[in-house]
């Protein structure tokens, strides 16, 4: 509980700063596949940065993507207005040993201009809003930052089920991020220096990873380095999903963590059980006592009371925050943000089966494209199965 109030509290100062005075040059670049929900406000949200020394790379696998000829209608509208110093669209062509996301992203790295001293990463699916890369980037001028990173924070666009589960798990995942050793970077908001890439030697881990982020995490802090939180940097995701797509979403990214950080996966199973088993082991041994008209019943009362209030505070913690960092949204989220606060224990046991079924397999399938993970620094493309679905 202390660690979900430090981290709350770390949020709240951080997204505050208002002046900034280390402004290195920085190359943006957005990997797309396909038209995302809100693909054209997110990408809008690109052009709008309020950051001077900036270029923008859109890399795409090639020109039949549908997100090829969008983005060049959005360049034509909005390039001329945006203060980047320029603006690309790169065709990658198709990836051979690692996953087609870090491919395009090796593909607009190689072609950075002269002088750019930080690279940063951000997904079609964010919206980022107009301080977004000055607050990315501002923790790196500190040498012992490796990298920094914001995350998603899921809005629904439909308020099914689903997608209130989606954004309540994701929510729970997102409130771990503090002022802690712990912090892994995230892809669709994260930033790190050039000679630090370099150095670390991500250039040739990423040749053969699936992962951008998580391999990235695993080689800043095998570095010595530490990943910073940019609170400012929690960027708005806009989607809607059913049963079947959040369950394969949540095992695909666990079952990353576990092969990329098993050290992170493992802390996230026990304490889901932890969390579990002290709230609906704790109440069914109060309702045993209870019944039996056994000694001890105070105790076992106030274990799963205790359980379920945290989980209650901490539900509190994270929306109280969410709203004061996505003003524009709350109305938007008021639906999530309820039922976040009402199922937090149900949204438990979801989060428990997806991290449960990640326990197994090494192969996922992410945008049409089917991976087998060998190693946190391995993957191979199974290129079989994916003619066969061609």
């Not at 109030?5 to 949020?11: D, E, H, I, L, P």
């Not at 990873?209 to 708005?236: E, H, N, Q, T, W």
């Not at 069914?284 to 989980?311: C, E, H, N, R």
Request: charged share 20%; net charge positive.
């Amino acid at each position: 509980m202390f660690y979900m109030f430090k981290n709350y509290r770390y949020a709240l100062k951080k997204s505050a700063r208002k002046e900034f005075r280390y402004l290195p040059v920085v190359l943006l670049t957005l990997p797309c596949k396909g038209i995302d929900s809100a693909f054209e406000k997110n990408i809008t949200s690109v052009f709008s940065l309020d950051y001077d020394n900036y270029y923008i790379n859109f890399v795409v696998e090639s020109t039949d993507d549908p997100a090829y000829e969008k983005l060049c209608l959005l360049k034509d509208k909005f390039a001329s207005t945006s203060k980047a110093l320029d603006v690309r669209i790169l065709i990658a062509g198709k990836a051979a040993c690692c996953s087609q996301k870090i491919h395009n992203l090796l593909c607009s790295i190689g072609s950075a201009a002269d002088g750019v001293e930080v690279l940063a990463f951000a997904d079609s699916d964010a919206y980022l809003r107009s301080d977004w890369l000055s607050h990315l980037v501002h923790p790196l001028r500190k040498r012992k930052c490796g990298a920094s990173t914001g995350y998603r924070w899921f809005v629904p666009e439909r308020n099914n089920l689903a997608s209130l589960a989606l954004s309540a798990i994701n929510a729970k995942v997102a409130q771990l991020l503090g002022n802690t050793r712990f912090n892994q970077a995230w892809g669709g908001s994260m930033a790190i220096r050039l000679d630090t890439f370099r150095s670390a030697g991500i250039e040739d881990i990423w040749q053969k990873s699936l992962s951008d982020d998580l391999s990235l995490s695993y080689a800043v802090k095998k570095a010595g380095m530490k990943i910073v939180f940019a609170p400012a940097c929690l960027v708005a995701s806009y989607e809607k999903t059913t049963w079947p797509e959040l369950f394969e979403f949540a095992r695909r990214q666990f079952l990353i963590t576990r092969v990329t950080m098993p050290g992170t996966w493992l802390f996230a199973i026990f304490s889901s059980i932890y969390s579990l088993a002290g709230l609906w082991a704790g109440a069914v041994l109060a309702i045993y006592t209870a019944v039996t008209a056994k000694p001890g019943l105070l105790v076992f009362v106030t274990v799963p009371m205790t359980f379920l209030a945290s989980q209650f505070f901490r539900s509190i913690l994270r929306q109280k925050l969410i709203i004061q960092l996505l003003p524009d949204d709350v109305e938007k989220m008021r639906p999530a943000i309820i039922a976040d606060l009402l199922g937090t224990c149900i949204w438990s046991w979801v989060m428990f089966v997806c991290i449960a079924a990640s326990a197994y397999g090494r192969r996922i399938t992410w945008r049409g494209i089917r991976y087998r993970l060998i190693s946190p620094t391995e993957t191979v493309i199974d290129e079989k199965h994916n003619k066969e679905k061609a």
